[in-house]
């Protein structure tokens, strides 16, 4: 029982408090101007005082605290005060506080947010080439100075699309410089995208930057069709040629630098192929080709192998059936000398008769080639003799 008295004689207190604070909230564009109401409820005679987010009295009752021209008393009386704020800045941001010297003191909250719209945007581009011949177009679209930061998204072909998009705060850390980057690898004469920033202060509204490849195409004809019409210390800086060529310097680092930073998403505007997907079909087919040259010569280098296996068999089995045959004749000699030595020396007789029968017939041609070869040579002394007598 006790215990639910004392929660009572808590929570009336509280309860008073929480209903004599209230809080409000008001969102402005920088450099316009805001009013600032309090009214009071009770009629008797009570001071009231507007206090800045800083901690310093702006007026209390009609007697200025800070001696500031962008502060104005708009209306004052004994239940409302009323005051102006004049061409407010992020340095007015904050929270203001009306307060009602009465008991208790009551007290109003006023939030005030700054927003700052952004700038028109700039719309850059570089060409940048890469060691294997393929070209791509790097699109920049840039918006400074906003709170909060804005959105940007690239619009191609009736598609809205997000590129990589880097903010970087001012020394403030109010204030946002916002870059949004596109990368565009094929593109038509006739493709074109829209860069379009949306935000808060612009009330629904939106800026739109428009960029077409055409201007980019003519550039690079007219650039290859006179390569060497004048020197680049030459060129007028506002000519499109030499705006490339700076872009070309300056943007290639600035990407290199926000590569670690963003993400970045590649389009293709043109039905024609991509020339980074004709490279890679080209370098698949190259690979392949190779492979299949290395794999017929692997094929060929296993076939001479064993064609090389082959006659290298063939030649042992050659070599080793004519050495059978040649010792098989030679045992076959030394045998059957053996034979005739060993019948010899076991018989102990002369020669057989067909052995003697050839050495008869030997020695009977060779009589007769004897007697007929002195048969001629005295016909020949025969018919010399008449020659000489005539």
Same mark, same amino acid.
């Given at each position: 029982?006790?215990?639910?008295?004392y929660?009572l004689?808590i929570w009336?207190p509280l309860?008073?408090?929480?209903?004599t604070n209230?809080?409000?909230?008001?969102?402005? &564009?920088?450099?316009?101007?805001i009013?600032?109401?309090c009214?009071v409820?009770q009629?008797?005679t009570?001071?009231? &005082?507007?206090? /800045?987010?800083s901690?310093?009295?702006i007026y209390?009752?009609?007697?200025?605290g800070?001696r500031?021209?962008?502060?104005?008393i708009? *209306?004052h009386?004994?239940y409302? %005060?009323s005051?102006t704020v *004049?061409?407010?800045?992020?340095?007015?941001e904050?929270?203001?506080?009306c307060?009602?010297?009465?008991s208790?003191?009551r007290t109003?909250e006023?939030?005030?947010?700054?927003i700052a719209?952004p700038?028109k945007? $700039? !719309? @850059?581009?570089?060409?940048?080439?890469t060691q294997?011949g393929e070209?791509?177009?790097i699109l920049?679209?840039s918006?400074t100075r906003?709170?909060p930061?804005?959105?940007i998204?690239?619009?191609?072909n009736?598609? =809205?699309i997000?590129g990589? $998009?880097h903010r970087?705060? @001012?020394t403030?850390?109010?204030k946002?410089?916002?870059?949004?980057t596109?990368?565009?690898?094929a593109?038509?004469?006739?493709?074109k995208?829209?860069?379009?920033?949306?935000?808060e202060?612009?009330?629904?509204?939106?800026?739109?930057e428009?960029?077409r490849f055409?201007?980019?195409?003519t550039?690079?004809?007219t650039?290859? =069709?006179a390569?060497?019409?004048s020197?680049?210390?030459?060129?007028?800086p506002?000519q499109p040629?030499?705006?490339?060529?700076?872009?070309?310097e300056?943007?290639?680092s600035? +990407?290199?630098k926000?590569k @670690?930073?963003?993400?970045t998403q590649? +389009?293709?505007l043109?039905?024609a192929p991509?020339p980074?997907?004709?490279?890679?079909v080209?370098?698949?087919?190259g690979i392949l080709?190779?492979?299949?040259v %290395? %794999?017929l010569?692997?094929?060929? %280098? #296993?076939?001479?192998? !064993?064609?090389?296996?082959?006659?290298?068999?063939?030649h042992?089995v050659?070599?080793?059936?004519?050495? #059978?045959?040649?010792h $098989?004749? &030679?045992?076959?000699?030394?045998r059957s000398?053996?034979e005739?030595?060993?019948?010899?020396?076991?018989?102990g007789? /002369?020669?057989?008769?067909?052995?003697?029968g050839c050495?008869t017939?030997i $020695?009977?041609l060779?009589?007769a080639a004897?007697?007929?070869? *002195?048969?001629?040579?005295?016909k020949?002394?025969?018919?010399? +003799?008449? &020659?000489?007598?005539v």
């Amino acid at each position: 029982m006790w215990w639910r008295v004392y929660c009572l004689l808590i929570w009336f207190p509280l309860q008073e408090a929480f209903l004599t604070n209230h809080t409000e909230t008001i969102t402005v &564009e920088e450099g316009q101007t805001i009013t600032l109401n309090c009214v009071v409820s009770q009629t008797m005679t009570t001071s009231l &005082e507007w206090v /800045a987010p800083s901690g310093f009295t702006i007026y209390l009752d009609d007697r200025p605290g800070l001696r500031n021209s962008k502060y104005q008393i708009l *209306h004052h009386s004994t239940y409302q %005060f009323s005051i102006t704020v *004049h061409n407010v800045s992020q340095e007015d941001e904050g929270v203001y506080k009306c307060l009602h010297y009465s008991s208790p003191v009551r007290t109003k909250e006023v939030k005030l947010i700054v927003i700052a719209t952004p700038f028109k945007p $700039t !719309l @850059e581009y570089s060409v940048n080439r890469t060691q294997n011949g393929e070209e791509h177009v790097i699109l920049k679209c840039s918006t400074t100075r906003s709170k909060p930061p804005p959105q940007i998204t690239w619009l191609l072909n009736n598609i =809205e699309i997000d590129g990589k $998009t880097h903010r970087e705060f @001012e020394t403030d850390g109010k204030k946002c410089n916002s870059t949004s980057t596109l990368k565009v690898h094929a593109y038509s004469k006739n493709s074109k995208v829209d860069c379009i920033i949306r935000h808060e202060g612009l009330q629904g509204g939106k800026l739109v930057e428009p960029f077409r490849f055409e201007d980019l195409v003519t550039n690079q004809e007219t650039t290859s =069709e006179a390569p060497e019409r004048s020197s680049p210390s030459s060129q007028d800086p506002q000519q499109p040629t030499s705006t490339v060529s700076v872009l070309l310097e300056t943007g290639t680092s600035e +990407i290199d630098k926000e590569k @670690e930073e963003q993400t970045t998403q590649d +389009i293709d505007l043109s039905t024609a192929p991509n020339p980074q997907y004709l490279g890679l079909v080209k370098k698949k087919s190259g690979i392949l080709l190779l492979s299949l040259v %290395f %794999f017929l010569i692997f094929i060929l %280098f #296993i076939i001479v192998q !064993l064609f090389i296996m082959k006659v290298r068999k063939a030649h042992v089995v050659w070599k080793k059936e004519n050495e #059978i045959s040649d010792h $098989t004749v &030679e045992s076959y000699r030394s045998r059957s000398n053996n034979e005739e030595t060993s019948s010899q020396e076991k018989n102990g007789q /002369a020669p057989s008769s067909s052995s003697k029968g050839c050495i008869t017939y030997i $020695t009977q041609l060779y009589s007769a080639a004897k007697t007929k070869a *002195h048969q001629s040579k005295q016909k020949e002394d025969h018919t010399d +003799i008449p &020659e000489s007598i005539v």
